[in-house]
T-cell receptor, first 116, second 111 residues
């Protein structure tokens, strides 16, 4: 299993500013995933972050808007840049520890961002 | 990429068995079927996974017909605490594959 801590748990931000979300895992993991969950919606995969290489972004998401860092095997950050009210969402960090043969994902509690 | 289709919502009463069906018509040979549960203000949690036939664990059962184009998550004797959104995912489980969430089913358990 894996225990994931995200910071901040919630924040209220002003339009045009940027916010960095931190994700800390209690064990070393190869892959980390960032998801977005808009109010009342399902989860949408933003990008996959592999340690030592640039993140791989899904269609509709770009590095300039959502820069990601992955400095080591237990930590990652997601920055939401130049925020607008449409960026108001829950952002979730997820990992596959690779300890089982199920590909089971473990999620953090999420970071709820409200952009005014 | 196998797309999944689930009912948007379901209602049930405490003590009943709940069956949530997921359609995945274009599932690939190497794809597995995984179900997650999400409570409000929490990240999703793995419930069960299967490839074919039937899988059972302490939480649920998963029924997969021979053609694998659908699957049914069965929750025995639900309680109020089972009120959550349930997601059906289809994909490969090796090589740290990416998983894409469908729309999910909001299960509302009433007293």
């Amino acid at each position: 299993s894996a225990v994931i801590s995200q910071k901040p748990s919630r924040d209220i931000c002003q339009r045009g500013t940027s916010l960095t979300i931190q994700c800390q895992v209690d064990s070393q993991v190869t892959m980390m995933f960032w998801y977005r969950q808009q109010p009342g919606q399902s989860l949408t995969l933003i990008a996959t972050a592999n340690q030592g290489s640039e993140a791989t972004y899904e269609s509709g998401f770009v590095i300039d808007k959502f820069p990601i860092s992955r400095p080591n095997l237990t930590f990652s950050t997601l920055t939401v840049s130049n925020m607008s009210p449409e960026d108001s969402s829950i952002y979730l960090c997820s990992v596959d520890p690779g300890q089982s043969n199920t590909g089971e994902l473990f999620f953090g509690e999420g970071s709820r961002l409200t952009v005014l | 990429l196998a797309k999944t289709t689930q009912p948007v919502s379901m209602d049930s009463y405490e003590g009943q068995e709940v069956n949530i069906t997921c359609s995945h018509n274009n599932i690939a040979t190497n794809d597995y079927i995984t179900w997650y549960q999400q409570f409000p203000s929490q990240g999703p949690r793995f419930i069960i996974q299967g490839y074919k036939t039937k899988v059972t664990n302490e939480v649920a059962s998963l029924f997969i017909p021979a053609d694998r184009k659908s699957s049914t998550l069965s929750l025995p004797r639900v309680s109020l605490s089972d009120t959550a959104v349930y997601y059906c995912l289809v994909g490969k489980i090796y090589n740290f594959n990416k998983f894409y969430f469908g729309s999910g089913t909001k299960l509302n358990v009433k007293p």
